[in-house]
């Protein structure tokens, strides 16, 4: 169950309220607000808060870069400017909250974009729910053959069953031990902060995750890709629909120049315009190393 009855009931109070306020809204979030969207078996993406819209970023840029964007006739492309060039501080006008339930492992690649203010639920003073991840059969996958970091086809079969038993069992067990240790029904038991560390990775935890537009773009550039790991790039895509109903915008400049873009080296452009020449270039002829060539040709035959 994502939401435990009394965070359930908190939300239902929560939405029932409403305030009068002057402050820019966005009316497609203002509709999120409150409400839990469920992700993997047991987790859950819910907007907190947020502060700006499109018109923030807008009225930041003409304060800061003054004459220099009057030539910009209207706000859409003021902000496509601004994400082509790589400027970033008018998106930082716009702040986020988000409740995040998730997988500890997730969490722990998620925890790398350190550009957040994050308040996670402690196991040092509340006992963790008996909640675990456990992955769908089509994401049951081996690893891959060509990517240290990645994955390869779908386990099917017996070896299937197998992994999904040893996943199933092996929560069960340590989470029954955790119950055990922890000093509870007049037991002495040992203290929540040491019985924690016999958990497994995949035991559910939440927070509370803030941060500005800008480097939530950053965030969801690298774990919305399609190369990112599915159980955290399903949170960024999550994430990804929520932005574009908080600053349509912003979120289309950034799917079409970041989500959709391709970054080339000097090496690649000029292959480019060698190609177009009508040149054929190879591997050898590039000066590109394999990996460089294969990336390279995955942008340019992308349509193929």
Request: glycine content about 6%.
């Amino acid at each position: 169950m994502p939401l435990s009855p009394d965070q359930q009931a908190d939300i239902d109070a929560a939405r029932a309220a409403t305030q009068q306020t002057r402050r820019a809204t966005a009316p497609g979030l203002e509709e999120e607000l409150f409400t839990a969207h469920e992700v993997l078996d047991h987790g859950f993406v819910r907007v907190v808060d947020y502060m700006g819209d499109d018109s923030a970023i807008v009225q930041a840029a003409r304060v800061s870069y003054g004459a220099g964007t009057r030539h910009v006739s209207n706000d859409e492309g003021l902000i496509r400017y601004l994400m082509r060039h790589w400027h970033s501080t008018p998106f930082e006008m716009c702040e986020i909250k988000l409740h995040v339930k998730l997988p500890v492992f997730v969490a722990r690649q998620w925890i790398r974009h350190r550009t957040a203010n994050v308040n996670e639920y402690s196991a040092r003073y509340s006992i963790l729910d008996r909640e675990f991840y456990v992955p769908a059969p089509d994401a049951l996958a081996a690893q891959s053959t060509t990517n240290n970091q990645g994955r390869g086809d779908v386990l099917q079969g017996e070896e299937a069953e197998r992994v999904l038993r040893y996943l199933r069992e092996d929560s069960t067990r340590a989470y029954d031990h955790y119950e055990e240790m922890l000093s509870q029904d007049g037991q002495q038991g040992l203290a929540r902060e040491l019985a924690r560390m016999n958990l497994p990775g995949n035991i559910y935890t939440q927070w509370y995750w803030k941060t500005d537009l800008h480097n939530l773009f950053h965030f969801l550039r690298l774990r919305a890709d399609s190369h990112a790991q599915y159980e955290i790039r399903v949170y960024a895509e999550l994430i990804s629909d929520l932005v574009a109903k908080w600053v349509p915008l912003a979120h289309e400049a950034f799917e079409d120049y970041r989500l959709g873009g391709a970054n080339l080296s000097a090496r690649g452009v000029e292959c480019i315009r060698r190609m177009l020449r009508g040149e054929e270039v190879t591997q050898e002829t590039s000066g590109m190393s394999k990996g460089e060539w294969r990336e390279f040709r995955e942008v340019v035959d992308a349509n193929d």
